[in-house]
């Protein structure tokens, strides 16, 4: 069992930051990538930022120059630092992890999900 937890969600002012943290727990061999989608109501759920083992990062041209995302590999964790904060980066921010671990006896490779963290800017 592998599981995602996310912090660092809340209500901000336009300009200002938030940084959301996710922690990997389980079962866990190696953590291939992690990153942070964004989902707002009516719509799909978006990558905004990601990072590789290797320190690859991608980041949505929306949020570039904005948001940095990190990844500890150490620590099992991914950080999403969101500076300069708008309206339009409203939404529930979803952390996201490829994973091999071992469940049973049993080694695969599988994307897993958070639970999800609202971030609410205020124009």
């Known amino acids: 069992q592998v599981t995602l937890v996310e912090s660092g969600g809340g209500l901000a002012q336009a300009g200002e930051s938030l940084t959301l943290s996710c922690e990997a727990s389980?079962?866990?061999?190696?953590?291939?990538?992690m990153g942070w989608y964004r989902q707002v109501p009516g719509k799909q759920r978006e990558l905004v930022a990601s990072e590789t083992v290797t320190h690859i990062a991608y980041v949505a041209d929306s949020v570039k120059g904005r948001f940095t995302v990190s990844m500890d590999k150490a620590k099992k964790s991914v950080y999403l630092q969101m500076n300069d904060l708008k309206s339009e980066d409203t939404g529930m921010y979803y952390c996201?992890?490829?994973?091999?671990?071992?469940?049973?006896?049993?080694?695969?490779?599988?994307?897993?999900w958070g639970q999800g963290t609202q971030v609410t800017v205020s124009s």
């Open positions: 389980g079962s866990i061999i190696n953590i291939n990538a």
């Open positions: 996201n992890a490829d994973v091999l671990a071992e469940y049973g006896g049993r080694v695969k490779q599988e994307e897993h």
